[in-house]
């Protein structure tokens, strides 16, 4: 009997089955628990500054019915993103993060690698060129720990032109286009969705890590990884990394 494929678990936006998503205190939280693979989301302020988010609009997340486009980082950086609805109040003080800070806290976790995926609003608001710039400026003091990833095939072409050091392409179609486009672009990483990784895998075959997204189902996560995910994302990844089939013997 082949032995079980392993994959690395990635704590998608941090550890949000337990924490606020794309904090401080839930990529810490998800470290503290054996991650050594994290993802966050990046969107840009009025001022294009790099904020670690999700949505364009802030109002799942802070309650504030507004784009974070539309808002300055010096006022962003006192908003708080405790996810009061979904949460309680027992996150009401967390702030939403300027990327900096999260690249200054990964600084100080030389074990850890960063997935940073460019969301497609911010590029569509303030340009390809001019988003990834700010991007590998603001995580420049820990690019080598991080991989630049978007739905965008062209940012991604800009973002390895600019000097990023690793790009993951996430798609969720197998078209000979997307075929042609995904060879070109010779990604480090290819992402796609939990629903459709077997026949994305299979017709998109190539030297690329690939990484599915997202269980909460250990048992998924080896399913997954027997068909090709060297990386499972997951939003509960302190229990994920305790059940029986990934808790260290």
Not at 49 to 77: M, N, Q, W, Y
Not at 87 to 96: E, H, N, R, T, V
Not at 124 to 148: E, P
Request: proline fraction near 6%; charge should be negative; aromatic fraction near 8%.
């Amino acid at each position: 009997m082949a032995p079980t494929k392993i994959p690395a678990l990635v704590g998608h936006r941090g550890w949000p089955a337990r924490y606020p998503e794309n904090t401080l205190e839930g990529f810490a939280a998800a470290v503290g628990a054996g991650a050594r693979w994290l993802e966050c989301d990046v969107q840009m302020s009025a001022d294009g500054v790099p904020f670690v988010c999700h949505d364009l609009s802030l109002k799942r997340t802070t309650g504030i019915d507004r784009d974070i486009t539309e808002i300055p980082a010096a006022e962003l950086i006192s908003v708080t993103v405790g996810e009061g609805p979904r949460l309680g109040g027992c996150y009401a003080d967390i702030k939403l993060a300027p990327f900096t800070a999260l690249i200054a806290w990964l600084e100080t976790q030389p074990q850890v690698t960063l997935f940073v995926e460019i969301k497609r609003q911010s590029l569509r608001h303030f340009g390809g060129d001019n988003v990834v710039r700010s991007i590998l400026t603001a995580g420049q003091a820990a690019l080598k720990q991080c991989v630049i990833i978007s739905f965008d095939h062209a940012c991604l072409s800009l973002a390895r032109k600019q000097g990023a050091p690793a790009i993951g392409w996430a798609t969720e179609e197998s078209t000979p286009q997307i075929h042609h486009l995904v060879h070109t672009l010779d990604p480090d990483y290819l992402f796609t969705s939990d629903e459709r990784f077997a026949d994305i895998h299979n017709a998109l075959n190539g030297p690329w890590q690939w990484v599915a997204y997202q269980t909460q189902d250990p048992q998924r996560a080896l399913q997954l990884a027997a068909q090709g995910a060297g990386l499972v994302e997951t939003n509960d990844i302190g229990a994920m990394l305790k059940s029986p089939e990934f808790a260290s013997p």
